[in-house]
């Protein structure tokens, strides 16, 4: 095991004042998320009838309920490039690093999409609940799963759906990016996929002066709660950078590894652009 696995940050210096402020971001969070969910609900039922398994207006209030998760947690978004949505029938995704839970607020605040995402997210606390009502696709990482999870992956294409997935298959410490893993790309080379575009993403979080560098890191054997609670009551948080690259058409590629690794150096090549404090 790499020795980065086993390392944790510093600790931050906790005073009483951090746990009130904790408390209200929680309680913000909660009725931010509850609320929106509680909409989301109320619109897919006119969405639904209409556009089936389509969904043209409900992602914007995931939108509009991660924008405010960041302003609560009071992290700064930037964003350089643009999104790629593709031409009219145009499969398309786009791959990111991972980081820690707090990727899907910001990914998600940045541009509409679906995640797919590992199949334990869907039990996770109020964040789990927002997953599955916005359409998350989840999958098992296992490799006996890994032809059925290539197959939901290429019917929510065909469905027009815009996917974002984390090719390393897990999350890091936030200042290093793992190698990728290409099982999921092999759902963009098949046959009855045509024309399909992926869009590389570099994500990468600047903590407040004087944190540390890995403070949003989320890896390891690192409980969610406690992670979850430390973001919370952090008293200043800093910037999260996201970098659209141009979009790469996997017909250009003879096979998944050779796709898996051009995303890769476009994804390093952005997170390492942005200098860390």
């Known amino acids: 095991m790499d020795d980065w696995r086993s390392q944790r940050p510093a600790p931050t210096r906790f005073h009483p004042l951090h746990f009130i402020l904790g408390l209200v971001r929680f309680l913000a969070l909660v009725l931010l998320i509850y609320g929106g969910v509680a909409l989301m609900v109320l619109l897919r039922l006119l969405e639904l009838p209409l556009f089936g398994a389509r969904r043209p207006w409900t992602p914007l209030i995931t939108q509009f309920v991660c924008l405010g998760a960041l302003q609560i947690f009071g992290l700064r978004l930037h964003l350089y490039g643009q999104p790629y949505f593709g031409r009219r029938f145009q499969p398309v995704t786009s791959v990111s690093n991972h980081i ?59 469905l027009g759906h815009h996917l974002t997935f984390f090719p390393e298959g897990t999350s890091s410490d936030g200042v290093r990016i793992l190698p990728f893993k290409s099982t999921l790309f092999e759902a963009l080379l098949t046959d009855n996929i045509k024309n399909a575009a992926i869009q590389p993403i570099s994500l990468r979080y600047q903590p407040a002066q004087g944190y540390d560098a890995r403070l949003y890191g989320w890896w390891g054997d690192m409980g969610f709660t406690g992670h979850f609670w430390r973001i919370l009551t952090t008293p200043q948080h800093g910037d999260v950078y996201v970098t659209y690259h141009a979009p790469l058409m996997a017909r250009d590629f003879p096979n998944r590894k050779a796709l898996a ?4 150096a476009k994804v390093l090549a952005g997170f390492t652009a942005v200098p860390m404090s």
């Not at 940045?110 to 989840?138: C, D, M, N």
């Not at 690794?261 to 890769?264: E, K, L, S, Y």
Request: proline residues 2%.
């Open 100 to 158: 820690s839970w707090m990727d899907i607020f910001v990914l998600n605040a940045a541009a509409r999409s679906y995640f797919v995402a590992k199949s334990e997210v869907a039990g996770w606390p109020g964040i789990g609940l927002l997953a599955r009502v916005t359409g998350t696709l989840f999958i098992n990482r296992k490799k006996q799963h890994a032809k059925a999870q290539q197959a939901f992956f290429k019917k929510r294409l065909s």
């Open 261 to 264: 690794q051009a995303c890769h």
